[in-house]
C-alpha cells in the first residue's frame, strides 16, 4: 500500500511513462527498505522506520535511465525546522543534460511529495522546474527550498527530464512517452 501511494504521488513527473515492470520493483525496493534494519518487532513494521537509504536513485523507466540523460547531482538537505533545500551547481546545458534526438530545449524538474506513513495518502507535494535550452549555454547554480513539511512524515524527491521540439506554428512540442522517460526517485526522507 505504501509503495502504491508514492507511486501515485508521483504523477506530475512520472506520468504514464513509467515502464511496465516499475511497480514490481519498486514494490520490492519499498518491502526491503521497510525491512532492513528496522527495530519494530514483524507485522507491525513501517517503511519510517526501515532504510530509507535504499530508495535512492531508482530508475522509473530502465529504457532511459535519468543518469545517462542528467548528469547533475542534486543536494538534498533538511533543516530543523522541517524545510528541505534542493541545491543545483553551476551547469554547461549540453555537458548536463544529454541531448535526444531532435530536441532544442529540455525542463528539469523536481518533485517533492509528503506521504503520511500511517494513512498512506499524500499530504504535501510542490513542483520546481528549470528551462534548459539544449546549447552551450551556462545555467547559474539553482536552490529551491519547501515549505515547512509536515513532520514524521515521509518525503519523496523525484526528479524527470522533458525533452521538447521548438515548433514555430505549435510552440513547444513534447518528446518524452513510455518508450522515453529519464525519470528516477531521488530519495526519500524521514520527517
Not at 519499498?30 to 536513485?57: M, Y
Request: aromatic fraction near 8%; glycine fraction near 4%.
Amino acid at each position: 500500500n505504501m509503495a502504491k501511494a508514492i507511486r501515485e504521488s508521483l504523477f506530475p513527473v512520472l506520468q504514464h511513462h513509467s515502464d511496465t515492470a516499475f511497480y514490481r520493483r519498486f514494490a520490492a525496493k519499498v518491502n526491503a527498505a521497510t525491512q532492513d534494519g528496522n527495530p519494530q518487532p514483524k507485522g507491525s513494521r513501517s517503511l519510517i522506520d526501515g532504510n530509507l537509504a535504499l530508495l535512492s536513485h531508482i530508475d522509473c523507466n530502465t529504457a532511459s535511465p535519468f543518469s545517462e540523460y542528467c548528469k547533475l547531482s542534486a543536494e538534498l538537505s533538511l533543516s530543523d525546522s522541517n524545510v528541505l533545500a534542493i541545491a543545483l551547481p553551476e551547469l554547461q546545458a549540453t555537458e548536463s543534460i544529454t541531448t535526444y534526438a531532435d530536441a532544442t530545449d529540455a525542463e528539469l524538474a523536481f518533485l517533492v511529495t509528503v506521504i503520511n506513513p500511517q494513512a498512506n495518502t499524500q499530504t504535501h507535494a510542490e513542483l520546481f522546474k528549470l528551462t534548459i535550452p539544449l546549447t552551450n549555454a551556462t545555467i547559474p547554480a539553482q536552490q529551491w527550498t519547501t515549505a515547512t513539511l509536515p513532520e514524521n512524515q515521509l518525503i519523496v524527491v523525484t526528479a524527470a527530464v522533458f525533452y521538447y521540439r521548438k515548433n514555430a506554428l505549435m510552440g513547444m512540442i513534447g518528446l518524452n512517452g513510455k518508450e522515453f522517460h529519464p525519470c528516477e526517485v531521488v530519495g526519500v526522507l524521514r520527517g
